[in-house]
């Protein structure tokens, strides 16, 4: 799970009110964090699919 | 011989006899499930007068005239009957004409839709559209279709059904053209004929004649009709045809299926009985609902956040079932979760084909995914940086995934009790044509659909061109009622589409809302 600086610039933003841009590194750490734990999830999404393509040839609707 | 004739309906057996006076039956015409069906949908809906008229040249069946009967020796007509139906009464002795233009100007909307009567009497249900019952059911892969009677305009608001011709098609033809007809008006896209969704179907892979088509199509050949309309080929398998579902892969497939359904996009689903290779096609176009949660938990996220967890719930867990278009037995008929005898359920289901546009990259599977992680790293982030006593945000949501074009999104957005500064920001903010929204709602009495005017926490919008792994997300907002701020304030998180950069604002104001109901 995300260990970002998403979560501190938010509490920051709720308390001071003042709207905020996260800079690069916060943001490139957003991403890669995101990226690092949901590419596996939706790899598997992919790869079961390709699975169930090879098991159902013949399968016809009459 | 008049082309439009007025009769008045007291009960069944008088739509029966005005069956019976249609054709010289080879059996009782309520033997034909679909027929019986239809007329039965028909009553239900409060219909007291049917309008015949015959005869009719249905563009569908004279397309499937043209490919095949035309083509035999014996004479076999082109002409359809088409039976339309109201709720309106006939006043005594009133005529056709005279009912017509009343009816038009008193009470347009007491028409209930039409069935049309193919002349081959062993498939009689040619193109029809009747009118969804009026409760108790969230029938949403409809359109209104508009349909003139002697100079008078009415309209029905529906899904178009036919029964398969079972020469120029079978189940699968009938139940991409039923998709198809469904769509065309909203996303402009090719609905084929059925003759035509035959040819597209086997342009590159034959198994068996085309013509006559009585072994149907396989699931490939129903890609490439579908694809060859404009739509993405997005097939789906939820198991394997020769193991029965798990409980958790059934509850995973009512949530896959679920999210095309609210997204409006029909589905239509590959059924088995069990060992057969040879199944049958219907289409999903709606779902039922209950007060209480029926699923027992099998699609809830549960993660950890510092020392308490959180919980995510998903909406379809209030869904007690769905309806299909099955042309073999009628429209708008409940698929339960679980067979019953010899019946279609839901655990029949091999694979689902939605009509997903094709420039919608981010499938409706993916953008869930990305939902819950997107939520899962902004919550446990945002409470990781709290300072200590502050209160905790609200913990058990319940999210609810679809597709949404942009002018509805926006309107929903202006005709909503959301605060002003976010509904002003969706109304401006650049947004591609289409969105995924995932909205977060309030667990607590979630089922109770006299609440939702206040059980939105917030929403995540995804672009639906991205990819998921790659956090397409464009918005994150949630409100007071989540973040648990003591001045009433929300966030918003908004990513900018040119630089990627990553903004967060605070929202004064900003209470819970309406969920997404259409109008």
Redesign the interface.
């Known amino acids: 799970?995300?260990?970002?600086s998403?979560?501190?610039?938010?509490?920051q933003?709720?308390e001071?009110?003042?709207?905020?841009?996260?800079d690069e590194e916060?943001?490139n750490n957003?991403?890669k964090?995101?990226?690092e734990?949901?590419?596996p999830?939706?790899?598997k999404?992919r790869e079961e699919?390709r699975k169930?393509?090879d098991?159902?040839r013949?399968?016809?609707?009459? | 011989m008049a082309r439009l004739t007025i009769h008045q309906i007291k009960d069944s057996s008088d739509l029966h006899a005005l069956l019976q006076q249609c054709a010289a039956w080879r059996v009782d015409p309520f033997a034909h499930l679909p027929l019986k069906n239809s007329i039965e949908h028909a009553q239900k809906a409060g219909c007291v007068t049917v309008i015949k008229q015959d005869p009719v040249q249905d563009p569908d069946y004279l397309a499937e005239y043209l490919a095949y009967y035309a083509r035999g020796f014996l004479n076999i007509k082109k002409e359809c009957i088409r039976l339309h139906f109201f709720s309106a009464p006939m006043k005594d002795a009133e005529d056709v004409l005279p009912y017509l233009d009343r009816i038009s100007h008193e009470s347009s909307d007491a028409y209930l839709g039409f069935l049309t009567l193919r002349p081959t009497l062993t498939s009689p249900v040619g193109a029809t559209i009747l009118s969804c019952l009026p409760s108790g059911h969230f029938v949403l892969c409809i359109d209104e279709f508009p349909v003139h009677l002697a100079g008078c305009n009415f309209s029905v608001k529906g899904t178009p059904f036919m029964q398969q011709d079972n020469a120029v098609g079978a189940c699968a033809q009938a139940s991409i053209w039923m998709a198809l007809r469904t769509l065309r008006k909203k996303q402009g896209h090719s609905a084929f004929d059925p003759a035509q969704i035959t040819t597209a179907a086997t342009r590159f892979l034959v198994q068996g004649r085309t013509l006559p088509n009585r072994e149907g199509l396989n699931p490939n050949q129903m890609v490439e009709a579908v694809r060859s309309a404009g739509y993405a080929s997005h097939l789906h398998y939820f198991r394997n045809h020769n193991q029965p579902f798990s409980p958790d892969e059934l509850e995973a497939a009512r949530l896959w299926l679920y999210t095309y359904i609210e997204s409006e996009i029909p589905v239509i689903l590959g059924l088995f009985h069990s060992q057969q290779s040879s199944g049958h096609a219907v289409v999903l176009v709606g779902h039922g609902w209950s007060n209480a949660k029926v699923a027992n938990n099998q699609l809830t996220t549960t993660f950890p956040v510092g020392t308490t967890s959180f919980l995510i719930h998903q909406a379809v867990e209030w869904v007690n079932g769905f309806y299909i278009h099955n042309d073999n037995t009628g429209p708008y008929q409940w698929l339960a979760d679980k067979a019953t005898g010899n019946e279609f359920s839901l655990e029949h289901t091999v694979f689902a084909l939605p009509l997903l546009p094709g420039d919608v990259f981010l499938s409706g599977e993916e953008a869930v995914q990305t939902s819950i992680n997107l939520y899962k790293d902004v919550a446990a982030d945002f409470v990781a940086n709290l300072t200590q006593g502050s209160p905790l945000p609200e913990s058990d949501v319940v999210f609810r995934t679809y597709l949404i074009e942009r002018h509805q999104f926006r309107s929903w957005a202006l005709r909503s009790n959301l605060c002003s500064t976010v509904k002003d920001y969706y109304r401006l903010k650049n947004l591609p044509r289409r969105v995924w929204v995932t909205e977060i709602n309030f667990k607590a009495d979630y089922g109770d659909l006299a609440k939702l005017s206040t059980s939105r926490l917030g929403e995540i919008v995804l672009d639906p061109t991205g990819d998921g792994r790659d956090s397409p997300f464009l918005t994150i907002h949630i409100n007071s009622a989540w973040t648990k701020a003591p001045d009433g304030s929300g966030l918003l998180i908004d990513r900018d589409i040119i630089s990627q950069k990553i903004d967060v604002v605070k929202i004064q104001s900003d209470s819970r809302y309406m969920a997404y109901t259409r109008n």
Do not use: C, D, P, W
Request: avoid cysteine; hydrophobic fraction near 35%; aromatic fraction near 12%.
């Open positions: 799970m995300s260990n970002t998403l979560g501190k610039v938010m509490v933003v709720l001071t009110g003042e709207r905020k841009t996260l916060q943001q957003f991403y964090s995101f990226y734990h949901t590419s999830e939706i790899e999404i699919q169930r393509f098991e159902s013949n399968l016809t609707l009459a």
